[in-house]
């Protein structure tokens, strides 16, 4: 009867023709809704997702398993998923269950390291990127060992409270990106129940909201103290320090910087060029080098001059997007790295007679008017 009775189940899965969408179609579909393909496969559109669901019967009860995002997981591997799902079912076993026991030692650090390896592909620029692994890692390292199915809300505010009334913005952040990973891991079945970063309806109850005022502008040093701070930045020897010196001399930003590359440089024509993929405007910004900016990279021997000009000189990579906000703490500055160009703009304004148009090529800022932008193409340049 046992028999009889999961072969009347699976039937119940099975009984439709398989493989009745194609991949055209799948890309081609907008409309939300269910979308079946056969055999239980399901594709689910909402107006924020696209996802592959399994659906099927056991002892009784319908079930319902998420496979992924329709954006990482082709129709193909989403076949491959239920037909292995189904012959669990025929042999007597419960595909949620089975899955549970497979995945019930993942972490949320590790979950998390694999969801930003899936989904940087589709993300704008290397500094999103950049962005997401650190909060991901430095921030929110109190859940990073954490199991997936354990983490409960009183986790993940240990997580935010320390940084929810200091660096809200930042914090905002840290929250969505929490909650988006644990939903996709809910999806893919390594999860259950609501998430314990959503905001509406659940952390909104516990935690002030977030003031409009409190955006703000990045804290920037009053140019009048710049000299004195370099001075001290300048004693300093290590390669963070000569990145944000780099940093300051050029008014870049952090990613900018931290992946600057020395095939951008040209020490003869003291320009440094930043292809348009790592700009913020995604347009090529080409920048003069001062004399201390050129110092600066003189002072690498001429042998290795090639990949990364700062690189982490244990491991030979790119510094972290941590190491010049952590070299500020450690001086007692209590500015940002990113208000280096605040100070830079200040200070060309009220010393300085250049015009504002200059000023603001200088800091690579999209030109607000379309009819503007239209007409004027140009950069501006001019050497040191």
């Known amino acids: ?217 990045h804290a920037a040093l009053p140019f009048n103290r710049i000299k004195r701070f370099m001075t001290k930045l300048h004693e300093r020897p290590a390669v963070a320090a000569r990145a944000l010196e780099f940093l300051i001399l050029t008014a870049a930003r952090t990613a900018e910087v931290l992946h600057a590359d020395w095939d951008e440089i040209d020490l003869r024509q003291r320009i440094w060029i930043v292809p348009a993929e790592r700009m913020k405007a995604e347009r090529e910004h080409r920048v003069p080098l001062c004399e201390a900016a050129l110092e600066i990279l003189k002072a690498t021997p001429a042998k290795s001059r090639s990949g990364l000009i700062f690189k982490n000189s244990a491991k030979g990579n790119a510094l972290s997007i941590m190491a010049m906000p952590m070299l500020l703490r450690r001086m007692g500055i209590e500015e940002t790295v990113h208000g280096f160009r605040s100070t830079f703009r200040d200070w060309a304004s009220e010393t300085t007679n250049f015009p504002n148009e200059v000023c603001e090529m200088a800091l690579a800022h999209t030109i607000p008017g379309k009819a503007e932008a239209a007409y004027r193409r140009g950069d501006l340049f001019t050497g040191c």
């Not at 990106?177 to 998430?195: F, Y």
């Open 1 to 217: 009867m046992a028999g009889r009775g999961l072969e009347q189940e699976f039937k119940i899965v099975t009984s439709h023709a398989l493989n009745r969408l194609t991949a055209t179609r799948v890309a081609g579909i907008k409309e939300p809704g269910r979308y079946a393909d056969g055999g239980g496969l399901f594709l689910f559109v909402d107006a924020t997702r696209r996802r592959w669901l399994f659906r099927y019967t056991w002892r009784g009860a319908k079930k319902e398993l998420g496979l992924g995002s329709a954006r990482s997981l082709s129709l193909a591997k989403a076949r491959e998923k239920a037909a292995e799902y189904r012959a669990m079912i025929s042999e007597g076993k419960n595909p949620k269950a089975e899955r549970a026991k497979a995945n019930r030692y993942v972490t949320f650090g590790e979950y998390a390291d694999s969801f930003v390896e899936t989904m940087s592909p589709s993300w704008k620029n290397a500094k999103h990127i950049d962005q997401w692994k650190m909060t991901l890692t430095v921030y929110a390292a109190p859940i990073r060992s954490l199991l997936l199915h354990e983490i409960e809300t009183d986790d993940v505010l240990k997580v935010l409270r320390p940084h929810w009334s200091r660096v809200p913005e930042t914090a905002d952040r840290l929250r969505g990106r929490i909650e988006n990973v644990l939903d996709a891991a809910k999806a893919n079945g390594l999860r259950e129940g609501e998430n314990p970063a959503r905001w509406r309806g659940h952390l909104d109850q516990i935690l002030p909201r977030r003031r409009k005022s409190s955006r703000g502008h």
